[in-house]
T-cell receptor, first 112, second 117 residues
Framework: AQRVTQPEKLLSVFKGAPVELKCNYS??????LFWYVQYSRQRLQLLLR??SRESIKGFTADLNKGETSFHLKKPFAQEEDSAMYYC??????????????FGTGTLLAVQP | EAQVTQNPRYLITVTGKKLTVTCSQN?????MSWYRQDPGLGLRQIYY???????DKGDVPEGYKVSRKEKRNFPLILESPSPNQTSLYFC????????????????FGPGTRLTVL
């Protein structure tokens, strides 16, 4: 079964501390992985895609196929990073289907 | 401004009273989708559409209908709402393919908070 697991409902860190939001997935093929973010009172928006290998707002994520993980990392957290973060998987059936399977989300709270 | 709009943003209704939540996008996207967001369950796909007149079920389609008569609009219809459909609903759209051949970014609407009494 296709599944995305985010084990932490809440992650609280202090400003300047490193951040790692965990994401594990279950999928037999080669998925595409994403991180979406929802800031307070804003709509859900893409943070990064693994296929493009971009670093957005200082966040990076490496796809580890051996461990089936796609953890989101940032070396120094900022207060404006406080938001709900969703890991998502898009299964590829020999072409794009655009289907996104979301994890349950992790609320990141960055304390001053 | 390129965006996805949903109406209404908030709705309180009673069991059995048919309702429609509209979704419209102005980015000429082929793909549109509806999700519901529930505490502890994340976002789950209800229905999606790859293009005009092409719709298919997502993971939780029971109790919902959709239509795609025009490329820009993708309304969600609840023929006989029940309390278990109380949720936060999101519409999203995207191109079918990104420039690199992968799945492209999905653009989300602001959400519709539905309460069924």
């Amino acid at each position: 079964a296709q599944r995305v697991t985010q084990p932490e409902k809440l992650l609280s860190v202090f400003k300047g501390a490193p951040v790692e939001l965990k994401c594990n997935y279950s999928y037999s093929g080669s998925p595409e992985l994403f991180w979406y973010v929802q800031y307070s009172r804003q709509r859900l928006q893409l943070l990064l895609r693994h296929i493009s290998r971009e670093s957005i707002k200082g966040f990076t994520a490496d796809l580890n196929k051996g461990e089936t993980s796609f953890h989101l990392k940032k070396p120094f957290a900022q207060e404006e990073d406080s938001a709900m973060y969703y890991c998502a998987l898009s299964p590829l059936y020999g072409g794009a289907t655009n289907k996104l399977i979301f994890g349950t989300g992790t609320l990141l709270a960055v304390q001053p | 401004e390129a965006q996805v709009t949903q109406n209404p943003r908030y709705l309180i209704t009673v069991t059995g009273k048919k309702l429609t939540v509209t979704c419209s996008q102005n980015m000429n996207h082929e793909y549109m989708s509806w999700y519901r967001q529930d505490p502890g369950l994340g976002l789950r796909q209800i229905y999606y559409s790859m293009n005009v007149e092409v719709t298919d079920k997502g993971d939780v389609p029971e109790g919902y209908k959709v239509s795609r008569k025009e490329k820009r609009n993708f309304p969600l219809i609840l023929e006989s709402p029940s309390p278990n459909q109380t949720s936060l609903y999101f519409c999203a759209s995207s191109p079918l393919l990104a420039g690199d051949g992968g799945t492209d970014t999905q653009y989300f609407g602001p959400g519709t908070r539905l309460t069924v009494l």
